[in-house]
């Protein structure tokens, strides 16, 4: 499949893209924040930071829940959207992962829902780490939710097609050895338009990931399966959630 190395910065900004990703509800974000605020046991107020935070509703919810919170993304309209909720602990600016954010700031820092993996080469991958590493403290804590890129092409569904709100988007999915591939054909029977999208997503596995968290100090303590956070096993998990601390 053709894809322009910059795909995220059209179908991000797309109201197309919300659509068909509204199942991601704030409930569903909720359930997840809760999980691991049981877990990681941060302290109250503890300085956060979502990286991608699309329109922010992981980050509200962090923020609601007593937290200091900055979320940071790509997208122009998905902050514009965002910024209605910010208040006196929740702030959200448009930046690009792969520049120099704060530096030593926060406490934490999240990147929720395969958010990462989008840009065209590994330095871009490895700039983005970079970026968390620096934001947090010594110390601090940064958990990356990503997709078990393997088990995903194991389990690939070739085609697919939804309608929602009288837009039908019609997928085709395909895997090589170093992405995987969504093609979306909209049409939109509403106002008669046609348009269409390709998701990329690097193929990162856990080795991977380690050799990147540990250029920038990052060290992986936990790494989990699912969003019920039960172990990581490489062919039955869904998902890659990895815990790391920074350490110098």
């Given at each position: 499949?053709?894809?322009?190395?910059?795909?995220?910065?059209?179908?991000?900004?797309?109201?197309?893209?919300?659509l068909?990703?509204a199942?991601?509800?704030?409930?569903?974000?909720?359930?997840?924040?809760?999980?691991?605020?049981?877990?990681?046991?941060p302290?109250?107020?503890?300085?956060?930071?979502?990286?991608?935070?699309?329109?922010?509703?992981?980050?509200?919810?962090?923020?609601?829940?007593?937290?200091?919170?900055?979320?940071?993304?790509?997208?122009?309209?998905?902050?514009?959207?965002?910024?209605?909720?910010?208040?006196?602990?929740?702030?959200?600016?448009?930046?690009?992962?792969?520049?120099?954010?704060?530096?030593?700031?926060?406490?934490?820092a999240?990147?929720?829902?395969?958010?990462?993996?989008?840009?065209?080469?590994?330095?871009?991958?490895?700039?983005?780490?970079?970026?968390?590493?620096?934001?947090?403290?010594?110390?601090?804590?940064?958990?990356?939710?990503?997709?078990?890129?393997?088990?995903?092409?194991?389990?690939?569904?070739?085609?697919?097609?939804?309608?929602?709100?009288?837009?039908?988007?019609?997928?085709?999915?395909?895997?090589?050895?170093?992405?995987l591939?969504?093609?979306?054909i909209?049409?939109?029977?509403?106002?008669?338009?046609?348009?269409?999208?390709?998701?990329?997503?690097?193929?990162?596995?856990?080795?991977?990931?380690?050799?990147?968290?540990?250029?920038?100090?990052?060290?992986?303590?936990?790494?989990?399966?699912?969003?019920?956070?039960?172990?990581?096993?490489?062919?039955?998990?869904?998902?890659?959630?990895?815990?790391?601390?920074k350490?110098f």
């Amino acid at each position: 499949m053709q894809v322009h190395a910059n795909w995220f910065l059209d179908w991000f900004n797309s109201p197309y893209y919300h659509l068909l990703y509204a199942y991601r509800d704030d409930e569903e974000a909720a359930d997840f924040v809760d999980k691991l605020i049981v877990h990681l046991l941060p302290s109250p107020g503890a300085t956060m930071l979502d990286v991608a935070c699309g329109r922010g509703r992981h980050a509200k919810i962090l923020a609601e829940r007593g937290f200091d919170v900055t979320g940071i993304d790509i997208a122009p309209e998905s902050i514009n959207y965002a910024k209605q909720f910010e208040n006196e602990h929740l702030h959200f600016y448009e930046h690009d992962m792969r520049l120099p954010f704060w530096i030593n700031y926060y406490d934490f820092a999240f990147n929720f829902f395969t958010s990462f993996g989008y840009f065209r080469t590994e330095r871009e991958h490895y700039d983005a780490i970079r970026t968390i590493a620096n934001a947090i403290k010594k110390e601090g804590v940064f958990v990356l939710d990503f997709m078990n890129t393997d088990f995903a092409a194991e389990h690939l569904v070739p085609e697919s097609t939804i309608e929602i709100d009288g837009v039908l988007f019609k997928m085709k999915r395909l895997a090589d050895d170093r992405h995987l591939y969504k093609q979306i054909i909209i049409e939109d029977k509403n106002i008669n338009h046609h348009c269409e999208f390709t998701e990329r997503i690097a193929r990162i596995s856990l080795n991977s990931f380690t050799k990147m968290f540990s250029a920038y100090h990052l060290q992986i303590l936990e790494v989990f399966g699912d969003y019920d956070l039960r172990p990581f096993a490489e062919t039955t998990s869904a998902r890659l959630i990895m815990v790391a601390k920074k350490t110098f």
